[in-house]
């Protein structure tokens, strides 16, 4: 492997690596304050980019406020799921929440695919939905063409990420976030506006799907309905790998997968001349090793159970 | 007149009572018998929906019947074992493909159907005590991505092959039972349905007798307490890997019953994906954990009531175009299925079995009432 391709490879599993770590933040927030696997996390994602794609390729709005608008929607589905699905359900069971983030999907798929003259014609148009910057504007790193739009993808993630931790750590609302995350009931007695952390923690993870989503499309140039599911699945399993009791080893995960990945993917292909699908399966199955040995992820530790 | 007409209902009256309470007494004496009542009168409602006007719509029913009976085998594991797993989709899909391998024998020869099935089974049991070997050391969230890491292994290796016709789905043909025997889907539909049928009433009845066992009985301690189980001398290890044994090998059969029934078997991104893994776990628990009739009532609920009623909807909205050529309801079934799981998961936590039982309720305080007034009638 030359360096060179390194580089290339390395700046590109980095950008993906970001939007699977900005999904796996949301669903290990919702995890964490709601008790709910969220499997409608990609979902949410790909219907608020939906609308910034509407607006792109109907109306011929920069991606800049495309994105606003669909951050804007995405605050108010997160509000309107959590009201309307997730609190009045609080009574039942994990695996009954589980299926009903898989009952949002279905009524999400639903609308998308409802041909209502709006949404459902983005895909087929021969419009694109463009990048942030250009592709045509390159910083040279190490000799090679990094797009501007990779940096800025990544940097945006990043940045993100790191004011969410540092709101979690540092704020009141933020040591808020992390009683319910412990104990729910117990913060509720103390006073803690566990309600109104619960809905704002579905707000922001609808809204960092979104930037996921936005982001993923716009490499991509359209957007499907099945935009992001294999985000969604790769945020799984980067949560589980770093374990869902933290809020920052998935996010270390996400990147160490995608990476890993990429670079298999890229080795299987020119060293050994295989299918690049065999490199996934190769390091699936590593992955599933390590959970047989770390079962509550690399960075988790066991939960403490009363009998 | 009057006289005599009360006369002659009370003594119907009298002797339908006499024969429902029979009934009940066979029914409770051989309870396998009402499994058996349900599958005759599924072949009932096939011959009808066979017969009538849209003849199509059997292959829903068949389906629904198969999905019940796989959510079945996921009820033991969730029900009754306290455990998940995400990976009965590419599970099903994988005897599917394997069925066609076997049959069809490009690559390596043809065997016999039976045989076959006998060679998938087994296969599926190894697989089944893989799974169950990541259960040991994982519980809830943990194990439900796990089992979905293994579901998506099995999914990615079959694209790489073309064994596996590269995961994409692929026509069996007629299948040839004994000698001359062969049973098309195109001309022996009917015939295949009733395949269908026996064999869901055959596993339902012999998951029934699994769980009314003592090893049943083991299942329903560890569900509600691990370490009460454990002192109580049972061994957890042993009967999680049951459970994932038996589960597996009931959604072996259904990828089995499917590739016999449509003869094509399946893709592994459009069929056997996380959305059918997550759809049959949204039957168990929408039909009701623990219970046996709740299966076809959720797997009606989610797939047949959209599948039956809105896509005909639908085809009637595009085909008129009453609000033009751009307004289509094409998402409408897929809205409802969501709406009738949230709903169900809001009103029925238990499940929708316990509609019946709300039902039954309402109607014994209703006679009460009833019986009441008719008191007081008298007394006046």
């Not at chain 2, 991505?145 to 999914?155: D, E, H, M, R």
């Not at chain 2, 309402?362 to 009460?368: E, F, N, R, T």
């Amino acid at each position: 492997m030359t360096f060179e391709a390194f580089i290339t490879t390395f700046f590109i599993s980095l950008r993906h690596g970001s939007i699977v770590a900005l999904a796996t933040l949301g669903i290990v927030l919702i995890y964490r304050t709601s008790k709910a696997t969220n499997f409608a996390q990609g979902m949410i994602g790909t219907f608020n980019a939906y609308v910034a794609g509407y607006l792109m390729i109907h109306h011929g709005a920069s991606i800049w406020v495309a994105t606003l608008v669909a951050l804007i929607t995405a605050f108010i589905t997160g509000v309107i799921i959590d009201k309307l699905f997730i609190r009045p359900a609080s009574k039942s069971s994990a695996v009954g929440k589980q299926i009903m983030t898989l009952g949002i999907i279905l009524i999400l798929v639903g609308i998308m695919n409802m041909n209502f003259g709006l949404i459902g014609r983005v895909t087929n148009t021969n419009n694109r939905v463009t990048r942030f910057i250009p592709t045509t504007q390159t910083v040279s790193i190490f000799g090679q063409n990094i797009p501007w739009d990779t940096v800025f993808v990544t940097v945006l993630a990043m940045v993100l990420m790191g004011a969410i931790f540092w709101f979690i750590q540092k704020t009141r609302w933020g040591l808020g976030v992390r009683v319910t995350a412990s104990n729910e009931p117990v913060a509720r007695l103390m006073g803690v506006p566990t309600r109104t952390i619960t809905m704002l923690s579905w707000s922001v993870a609808a809204m960092l799907g979104t930037i996921a989503g936005i982001a993923l499309a716009s490499t991509q140039g359209g957007i499907t309905v099945g935009l992001l599911i294999g985000v969604q699945i790769s945020a799984f399993f980067a949560a589980v790998l770093g374990g869902f009791q933290t809020f920052h080893g998935p996010v270390i995960m996400a990147y160490v997968l995608g990476f890993t990945l990429r670079m298999s993917r890229y080795i299987m292909m020119t060293v050994f001349a295989q299918s690049s699908v065999l490199a996934d399966a190769l390091i699936y199955t590593l992955v599933l090793v390590v959970l047989y040995f770390m079962p509550y992820g690399i960075f988790g530790k066991a939960p403490v159970r009363k009998v | 007149m009057t006289k005599k007409l009360k006369k002659a209902l009370t003594f119907f009256d009298h002797h339908v009572s006499c024969i429902s309470r029979r009934v009940h007494r066979v029914l409770s004496s051989i309870p396998q018998l009402q499994f058996v009542l349900f599958g005759l009168a599924m072949v009932i409602v096939g011959y009808i929906v066979y017969t009538g006007s849209s003849p199509g719509n059997i292959n829903v029913l068949a389906i629904i019947m198969i999905y019940s009976m796989v959510a079945l085998g996921l009820n033991l594991l969730l029900g009754y074992g306290g455990l998940i797993s995400l990976s009965t989709a590419p599970v099903m899909g994988l005897a599917a493909h394997g069925m066609r391998i076997l049959v069809v024998g490009e690559q390596f020869g043809q065997v016999n159907y039976f045989l076959a099935i006998v060679i998938v089974l087994v296969l599926s049991v190894f697989m089944g005590l893989l799974i169950g070997l990541l259960s040991l050391k994982m519980e809830g969230i943990y194990l439900a991505i796990a089992t979905l890491f293994f579901g998506y292994i099995i999914a990615e290796l079959a694209g790489a092959f073309e064994l596996f016709s590269y995961g994409q789905s692929a026509r069996m043909g007629a299948i040839t039972f004994f000698g001359d025997t062969s049973l098309s889907w195109i001309h022996d539909i009917w015939t295949l349905y009733l395949i269908v049928v026996a064999t869901v009433t055959l596993v339902v009845i012999g998951l029934y007798n699994i769980l009314k066992s003592p090893t049943g009985r083991a299942f329903m301690a560890i569900s509600r307490s691990q370490h009460a189980a454990l002192a109580m001398g049972i061994s957890v290890r042993r009967y999680r890997f049951l459970a994932f044994v038996i589960s597996t090998v009931v959604a072996a059969i259904g990828g089995i019953l499917y590739v016999t029934f449509r003869q094509r078997t399946g893709a592994f991104d459009s069929r056997w994906n996380l959305e059918l893994s997550l759809i049959l776990l949204a039957i168990v628990v929408v039909g009701g954990l623990k219970s046996f009739f709740g299966m076809f009532l959720g797997a009606m609920i989610i797939i047949g009531i959209p599948e039956f009623y809105f896509e005909r909807i639908e085809a009637f909205i595009i085909n008129r175009g009453w609000f033009g050529e751009s307004f289509r309801m094409l998402g409408f079934s897929d809205v409802f299925a969501g709406l009738m799981i949230v709903l169900a998961i809001l009103f029925y936590p238990r499940g929708a079995i316990m509609i019946f039982y709300t039902l039954k309720a309402k109607l014994i305080a209703l006679k009460q009432r009833k019986a009441g007034r008719d008191v007081s009638i008298d007394v006046e």
